[in-house]
T-cell receptor, first 115, second 113 residues
Framework: GAVVSQHPSRVICKSGTSVKIECRSL??????MFWYRQFPKQSLMLMAT?????????EQGVEKDKFLINHASLTLSTLTVTSAHPEDSSFYIC???????????FGSGTRLTVV | GDSVTQMEGPVTLSEEAFLTINCTYT??????LFWYVQYPGEGLQLLLK?????DKGSNKGFEATYRKETTSFHLEKGSVQVSDSAVYFC????????????FGTGTRLTIIP
């Protein structure tokens, strides 16, 4: 079946530094990838949608200069949290799809803690 | 815009009990409806889905029926097991295409032996 690998699973960083999270589709080509953020006891909120080779489409209220998304190949998308602050601490999760018929496959998520 | 309202948890049941987790939605047209499950420390996994009215999705003993008239997609299981302990998310997507998912808040289910 379709597998998506997300790395790292946990990261702790200092305020002001940048953190990169990778999302890889291991056995299929992902034409579209999605990045979500999950706050404690809350649902997943879509941050952005990225299509291979084009700029990501950000949801309203998401700072594109802070959350840089790159989808340079059909198997890899990255989310970089720039100049991280404690309020950026959250659970970030990606999903990938190759077409509507195949549905969405989720990564295992990344727990980011900014201290 | 689209939205999903899901029964709040946490829900705690004894093994072999009957489970219902309510989910209602607001959307235009005929969205596709999903239930995802998130086991501790893991990502979301698709549990079941339905793409049109009156469809019943089923998997691992879980069932949900797409009810257009009540805009609902309640999750049910006749006899839960300890291994069913997880967080369950109801979600929808617009019909067709690689569209984004809109999630409910999630319901944490704990099954006691």
């Amino acid at each position: 079946g379709a597998v998506v690998s997300q790395h790292p699973s946990r990261v702790i960083c200092k305020s002001g530094t940048s953190v990169k999270i990778e999302c890889r589709s291991l056995d299929f080509q992902a034409t579209t990838m999605f990045w979500y953020r999950q706050f404690p006891k809350q649902s997943l909120m879509l941050m952005a949608t990225s299509n291979e080779g084009s700029k990501a489409t950000y949801e309203q209220g998401v700072e594109k200069d802070k959350f840089l998304i790159n989808h340079a190949s059909l198997t890899l998308s990255t989310l970089t949290v720039t100049s991280a602050h404690p309020e950026d601490s959250s659970f970030y999760i990606c999903s990938a799809t190759r077409s509507a018929n195949y549905g969405y496959t989720f990564g295992s998520g990344t727990r980011l803690t900014v201290v | 815009g689209d939205s999903v309202t899901q029964m709040e948890g946490p829900v705690t049941l004894s093994e072999e009990a009957f489970l219902t987790i309510n989910c209602t939605y607001t959307a235009t047209g005929y969205p596709s409806l999903f239930w995802y499950v998130q086991y501790p420390g893991e990502g979301l996994q698709l549990l079941l889905k339905a793409t049109k009215a009156d469809d019943k999705g089923s998997n691992k003993g879980f069932e949900a029926t797409y009810r257009k008239e009540t805009t609902s997609f309640h999750l049910e299981k006749g006899s839960v097991q300890v291994s069913d302990s997880a967080v369950y998310f109801c979600a929808l997507s617009p019909p067709g295409g690689n569209e984004k998912l809109t999630f409910g808040t999630g319901t944490r289910l704990t099954i006691i032996p």
